[in-house]
C-alpha cells in the first residue's frame, strides 16, 4: 500500500474510534475571543472525566461564521454551538457528550424567524454556500497534514508525479488548468492557466529557471479570505503551487505573507515543515524526479506590495515599488526570471481541479467566470464571516439569504467591494449578479474579495475620503498621477467634509480620477479613482448636499454636524464630566447648556447620556 | 575604460614643443583668498600674474562675481564668441576646496557662447576649480587662439606654467583626461592630483560643446568628468585650439592610502560607530537570515521587534553585515510600515481603521484614544509606556471596531471603553 494511502487509512480509521469529534474554531476571528483557551479547556474536561478516549477535539480553522464565535461543531451530526464560553465547556461536556441531549441555549436562532437551528446545515449562512477553496473548512486541524491527507490531500499530486509520460502529462495540465476557467482570484481575474502558459513559453526558450509565487498580502482593508485558506487549510495551497511548480517546470518557490498574520505564519511554517518530513516538499518528491522547495518572505506593511512587480521588488529585500506593465513578470518578474504569481486562494483551487475534474469546475459559476468565490462579509450585516459561494450568485442571495441583512431595523446604502480601488454598489443593483465582469461594469471590481456592507449611517463622501486618504497613504510615490492625483483628491475631499466644499469641486474630483486611473504605472494607481467614480456615479446627491447645504445626511462628517442637549436632561453632570473641552455647563439637577462655539463634536456626551438628552442633526 | 600605455604616453609627451614658461611663487591663502588672478594669453604666448584687488573682493566676492570682472577687463562691443578676446575665465570662490558646504568644490566657467552670442555662465564640479585655488590662484583667463593644438600647464609642484604644442594627445575627453592623468601623474596614488579640463571633438562641429573637468576616481581607477555643459564653453575651447588645461595640484598628502581608507575597509568591519553589544545583536540576527540582502527586510523587523525601533547604529551594523548600503537600508526602514526610527512605547495601541471598522465608527475610537492618552496617533506618551496607532485591518472584522494591544484584541468597542482599556494595560506587565 502506498504510504499516503496508509496515512489516510489509518487517520479515517482512528476518526471513526469516536464517538464524536468537537471542532472548536480557532482562526482569528474566534482565537481573539479566546478560542484557544476553549479549545484547551474541552480537552482538559475531557481528559479530567476520562472521556478523552471517546472524543476528539480538534481546533479547525475558520468556520467563516464569525459574528457566532467562538464556535463548537459536534461531528459527525453538526450540531452547531455559538457564542461559546470557556464556563459552557463543562455543560456541553456533562449534557450533550455524555447526557447526550444538546445545549440549547447555545444553539443559533435564526433572528428572523426566531426558530432554534441545531444543525450546520439548516442554517442559512451556511446552506448556499459552495465550498471549493474551503472545501475542508471546520473537518481538519489545519496543523496536522495526516488530517489533510485523510481526505484525500495530495492524492492529485501522486497520481500526476506517477504519470508515465510527464511531458505530455504537464502538458495536458496546463490545458486542464485553462479549460476549467479559472481567474486569478487576486483581484486582476487573469486567467491562470495562460499566464502558466506564458512563464513556461518564456522559461524554455530563455533556458532559465521559473519561479511560482504564492501572494498572501493581503492588504485590503475589510479582507481576510487569504489569512482564512491558510489558517485553514494551508496543504491545499501548498498542493497548488506543487501541482503548478512541476507543471511549469519550477524548482523554487515562495509565498509573500503579511507579517500582521502571526496565526497564517505559524501554520503555513508548521504545514511546510511537516510536507518536508512527509517527502512532500524538498528533492525527488513521492520518490519522483521532480524536486521543489518552498521559502517565506514576510511582507512589511506596504498596500502597494500586493503589486505583482512591487511584490517581487520586496521579496528581493528592495522598497517595494512597481515598474511600468510592459515588462511582464511571467518573462521577468522575481530576479529578472520567469515567475508565476498567483494569489492563495487560486492555489487552494487548483488540487480539487485535478482531483474532480476541470470539466467539473467549469460547471460551476457563470460562463466568464467559473467556480466559486470566497467572500469576507463584513461591515453593517448581522452574519458577519467568510462565504464561499458560486459565481454568479446574486449580491441580494450573499447580503440578505446568507449576510442575514443589515442590523438593528436600519436601512442597506450600500456596499463597497474591491477593497480600496473598488467601488460602492447600491441597493439598485442588488439583483446584479456577481462575476468578474459585472462588478467591473458596475464600476467597481472583484478585488480579493472584501464586501462591507453599509447602512443608512455611513456618509459616503466620508467613505470615499476614507479611501483615498488610504491610497494616498500607501501610494508608493513612484509615478505622478496616483501620488499627486491622490493628494489632490484627497485635499478636496477633506474640504467637502469639513463644510468648505465649493461649487466645481465635484467636476474637478471627476476629472483628476480619471486622469489618476488613465494615468497611472501600476494597478493600485489605476484604479485608485474608483472610490471617487463610484460614489460619485451612485451617490452624487449626496456630494451635492455636503457642498451646497453644508450638510451631512448620515451624521458621520463631524464639522456638519451639531449636537445640542434637549429638555430631556435630568442635570446628572454626566456629559458636563466627561466632555473634553467643558463646553457643556450647568448645575446640578438642572438642565445643561451646550456652547456651541467650544463643541469639538467628540460626541462623547452622546455616548455617555442615559437620558438620550443629547441631539444630534445636520442642517444647513 | 583601457588605460593608455606608458609607452603611448612617453610619445607623446616627447612630441610637446614649450611655447612659453613661466614661474611664480607660492602664495599663502589668506581667508580664502590668494589675492592673485592669472591671465593667459595664448595667441601671444604670454602668461602674468595680476592682483585680486580689495576693492574686487568686496564687489564681486569670488566665482561668478570674477570671472565677470574679468570677462569685462578684456572684451569690447565687438567681441564675438570666436573673437580671440573673447576669455574663457575660471574661478573658484573663497570658499572654495574647503569642503565646508556642498557645492564649495565647483567652479565658475563663464565666456562669451556660441549658443547664445551673450555672457554664459556654468559652474561645474571636478578638482580643477580647488586645485587652481591651492596653487595659490582665485582666477584664470584664457584668452588669444592658438595657431595649433595647445596645452597648458599649470605644475603647482613646481611652481611652474608652460603653454606647449601638444598634437599626438586625444581630443575626445574621454582619452584625452586619461593621456594627461596618466602623463603628469608620478604613480597611482599621485593621480588625485592631476586634473584636466578637455572638451571633444564634437565640440569642433556643434555650438554647443560642453567642458569637460576631471577628477581621478580611486575606486574604480579612471579619470572621471564632470561637465560645464551650458551654452557651448566647450566650443569656444577648441575654438581656440585649446587640446587640454592641465593642473597638477600641490602633493596633497593622503593620510590613508585606498587600501587602508576607511571606506575600503568598511564591509571587513572595521567603521562602525556601534557599539560592540549592537554589533553582536545584529550579527545574531543577520545570521539567522542567513546575511542574505534578499531577506533584509525580515532582519529589519526582527530587530524593529528586538528594540522598538531601527535606530541609526543598527542600519550601521546591519549594513557591514549585509553589505547593502546604509542609504538602501534607510530608504526600506522608511518605505514601509512596520518600522519605525524613533522608538516605539512599551506598548503599541492599534486601532483598526480598515474598512469595516471604519463604517463602524473606527475615527470615534481613535479619537477617544487619543484623549486618553493625550498624544496623536502615531504619537508615544512622555514616559514611553504607549504609542498609539492607526493601523488598517487586523483581520477580525466580525468584532469591528477593533483595537489590538500586543497579542490582546479588544472587539466591539465604544469610546468609554479607552480609558479603561488603557487603565488595564498599563496595569498589566509584559
Not at chain 2, 65 to 84: A, R, V
Amino acid at each position: 500500500m502506498d504510504k499516503l494511502d496508509a496515512i489516510a487509512a489509518r487517520v479515517n480509521k482512528d476518526f471513526k474510534r469516536y464517538q464524536a469529534m468537537l471542532m472548536v474554531c480557532t482562526g482569528t476571528g474566534c482565537v481573539s475571543a479566546k478560542g484557544f483557551s476553549i479549545r484547551d479547556s474541552l480537552k482538559a474536561e475531557l481528559k479530567a472525566r476520562k472521556l478523552d478516549d471517546r472524543f476528539l477535539v480538534v481546533g479547525t480553522g475558520c468556520n467563516g461564521f464569525c459574528a457566532a464565535g467562538p464556535i463548537i461543531v459536534v461531528q459527525p451530526e453538526g450540531v452547531f454551538y455559538h457564542k461559546v464560553k470557556e464556563a459552557d465547556v463543562a455543560a456541553i461536556v456533562s449534557e450533550h457528550l455524555v447526557g447526550g441531549k444538546v445545549v440549547e441555549r447555545l444553539l443559533y436562532k435564526d433572528p428572523s424567524t426566531g426558530q432554534v437551528q441545531p444543525k450546520m446545515a439548516d442554517m442559512g449562512f451556511f446552506n448556499k454556500q459552495q465550498l471549493v477553496a474551503l472545501r475542508n473548512k471546520g473537518l481538519i486541524d489545519p496543523e496536522n497534514v495526516e488530517h489533510y491527507i485523510a481526505r484525500g490531500g495530495y492524492q492529485s499530486l501522486r497520481r500526476l508525479l506517477a504519470e508515465k509520460d510527464q511531458a505530455a502529462a504537464q502538458e495536458k495540465v496546463i490545458n486542464d488548468v485553462i479549460a476549467s476557467g479559472l481567474r486569478g482570484r487576486g483581484g486582476g481575474g487573469f486567467p491562470t492557466g495562460v499566464k502558466w502558459e506564458a512563464g513556461k513559453k518564456a522559461a524554455i526558450k530563455r533556458g532559465e529557471p521559473i519561479y511560482v509565487v504564492c501572494n498572501a498580502d493581503e492588504g485590503d482593508p475589510g479582507a481576510f479570505m487569504d489569512r482564512s485558506i491558510i489558517e485553514t487549510d494551508p496543504h491545499s495551497v501548498l498542493e497548488g503551487m506543487l501541482i503548478g511548480a512541476w507543471a511549469v517546470g519550477s524548482r523554487g518557490g515562495f509565498v509573500y505573507i503579511r507579517k500582521e498574520y502571526p496565526l497564517a505564519l505559524v501554520r503555513l511554517n508548521k504545514a511546510l515543515a511537516d510536507a518536508r518530513t512527509h517527502g512532500l516538499l524538498g528533492q525527488r518528491i513521492l520518490g519522483s524526479d521532480f524536486s521543489f522547495d518552498v521559502k517565506i518572505h514576510r511582507g512589511a506593511g506596504a498596500f502597494v506590495c500586493g503589486e505583482s512587480s512591487a511584490l517581487m521588488a520586496s521579496m528581493s529585500g528592495q522598497a517595494g515599488e512597481p515598474r511600468a506593465k510592459y515588462v511582464h513578470n511571467v518573462e521577468y518578474g522575481y530576479r529578472d526570471k520567469p515567475t508565476i504569481l498567483n494569489n492563495v486562494e487560486t492555489w487552494a483551487n487548483i488540487p480539487i481541479i485535478f482531483e474532480k475534474g476541470a470539466d467539473w469546475f467549469s460547471s460551476l459559476g457563470t460562463k466568464g467566470s467559473s467556480g466559486t468565490k470566497v467572500f469576507s462579509l463584513v461591515g453593517s450585516i448581522k452574519n458577519t464571516g467568510l462565504v464561499e459561494v458560486p459565481m454568479g450568485i446574486t449580491l441580494r442571495e450573499i447580503i440578505e439569504d446568507i449576510g442575514g441583512g443589515v442590523p438593528d431595523g436600519r436601512k442597506f446604502k450600500a456596499v463597497q467591494t474591491g477593497g480600496p480601488s473598488g467601488g460602492c454598489i447600491p441597493a439598485s443593483c442588488l439583483e446584479m449578479k456577481v462575476d468578474f465582469d459585472s462588478l467591473t461594469e458596475a464600476g467597481s471590481m472583484m478585488g480579493s474579495g472584501g464586501m462591507i456592507v453599509m447602512d443608512d449611517r455611513t456618509c459616503m463622501v466620508d467613505v470615499a475620503r476614507y479611501f483615498v486618504d488610504f491610497l494616498t497613504d500607501e501610494s508608493c510615490g513612484k509615478c505622478t498621477p496616483c501620488r499627486e492625483g491622490l493628494h489632490a483628491m484627497n485635499e478636496t475631499l477633506q474640504r467637502i467634509c469639513a463644510g468648505q466644499g465649493k461649487a466645481g469641486d465635484i467636476e474637478f474630483l471627476e476629472e483628476v480620477a480619471q486622469t489618476v486611473n488613465a494615468a497611472s504605472l501600476c494597478q493600485l494607481g489605476g484604479t485608485a479613482g474608483n472610490p471617487v467614480l463610484s460614489t460619485l456615479r451612485y451617490f452624487r446627491r449626496e456630494y451635492e448636499e455636503h457642498i451646497r447645504q453644508k450638510k451631512c445626511p448620515a451624521l458621520v462628517c463631524k464639522a456638519l454636524l451639531r449636537y445640542d442637549i434637549t429638555d430631556k436632561c435630568t442635570g446628572c453632570t454626566l456629559c458636563a464630566k466627561n466632555c473634553p473641552t467643558k463646553a457643556i455647563t450647568g448645575e446640578r439637577k438642572k438642565a445643561h447648556s451646550l456652547d456651541q462655539a467650544k463643541c469639538v463634536q467628540c460626541g462623547v456626551c452622546k455616548d455617555v447620556c442615559n437620558f438620550d438628552a443629547v441631539s444630534l442633526r445636520s442642517e444647513s | 575604460m583601457s588605460h593608455p600605455t606608458p609607452d603611448t604616453v612617453a610619445k607623446m609627451r616627447r612630441a610637446h614643443k614649450v611655447l612659453a614658461e613661466f614661474r611664480y611663487e607660492p602664495a599663502e591663502l589668506e581667508r580664502g583668498y590668494a589675492n592673485r588672478s592669472l591671465r593667459i594669453d595664448i595667441s601671444a604666448n604670454r602668461i602674468e600674474v595680476r592682483p585680486v584687488t580689495q576693492q574686487m573682493k568686496d564687489l564681486w566676492i569670488g566665482g561668478k562675481g570674477f570671472d565677470l570682472w574679468l570677462m569685462f577687463q578684456e572684451i569690447d562691443k565687438d567681441t564675438k564668441w570666436d573673437s580671440p578676446n573673447n576669455p574663457i575665465c575660471m574661478s573658484s570662490g573663497p570658499l572654495g576646496g574647503t569642503m565646508s558646504f556642498p557645492g564649495s568644490g565647483k567652479t565658475l566657467v563663464t565666456s562669451i557662447s556660441p549658443t547664445t552670442r551673450n555672457i554664459m555662465d556654468c559652474n561645474v564640479g571636478g578638482y580643477f576649480g580647488p586645485y587652481m585655488k591651492f596653487a595659490g590662484f582665485d582666477a584664470l583667463a584664457i584668452t588669444g587662439k592658438a595657431s595649433q593644438d595647445v596645452l597648458i600647464f599649470i605644475d603647482a609642484k613646481e611652481n611652474r606654467i608652460t603653454i606647449e604644442e601638444a598634437p599626438l594627445e586625444s581630443a575626445d575627453s574621454h582619452l584625452a583626461a586619461e593621456e594627461f592623468t596618466e602623463m603628469y601623474a608620478l604613480d597611482e596614488l599621485d593621480k588625485r592630483n592631476v586634473a584636466v579640463v578637455c572638451a571633444g571633438r564634437a565640440a569642433e562641429h556643434t555650438r554647443l560643446g560642453v567642458l569637460n573637468f576631471s577628477f581621478y576616481d580611486w575606486r574604480r581607477k579612471v579619470a572621471r568628468l564632470k561637465q560645464a555643459g551650458r551654452g557651448g564653453i566647450g566650443t569656444v575651447f577648441r575654438n581656440k585650439r585649446l587640446k587640454a588645461l592641465v593642473i597638477r595640484g600641490k602633493p596633497l598628502a593622503p593620510t590613508w592610502r585606498v587600501a587602508e581608507s576607511k571606506v575600503a575597509m568598511r564591509p571587513a568591519g572595521g567603521a562602525c560607530a556601534c557599539s560592540q553589544d549592537m554589533k553582536a545583536s545584529v550579527r545574531k540576527i543577520a545570521e539567522k537570515w542567513g546575511q542574505d540582502p534578499d531577506y533584509v527586510i525580515e532582519m529589519l523587523q526582527d530587530l524593529q521587534d528586538q528594540d522598538r525601533h531601527i535606530s541609526q547604529a543598527a542600519i550601521d551594523a546591519l549594513s557591514l553585515e549585509t553589505g547593502v548600503s546604509r542609504g538602501q537600508l534607510y530608504h526600506i526602514a522608511t518605505f514601509y510600515k512596520a518600522f519605525s526610527l524613533t522608538p516605539r512605547g512599551e506598548k503599541v495601541i492599534q486601532v483598526c481603521v480598515g474598512t469595516a471598522c471604519h463604517v463602524k465608527g473606527a475615527a470615534q475610537i481613535v479619537s477617544a484614544f487619543e484623549r486618553a492618552l493625550g498624544i496623536k496617533q502615531g504619537g508615544t506618551t512622555k514616559d514611553g509606556k504607549f504609542t498609539l496607532e492607526a493601523v488598517a485591518c487586523l483581520g477580525c472584522c466580525s468584532l469591528a471596531p477593533v483595537a489590538k494591544v500586543g497579542e490582546e484584541i479588544y472587539g466591539n468597542l465604544q469610546t468609554k471603553d479607552a480609558p479603561r482599556i488603557i487603565r488595564a494595560e498599563g496595569a498589566r506587565r509584559g
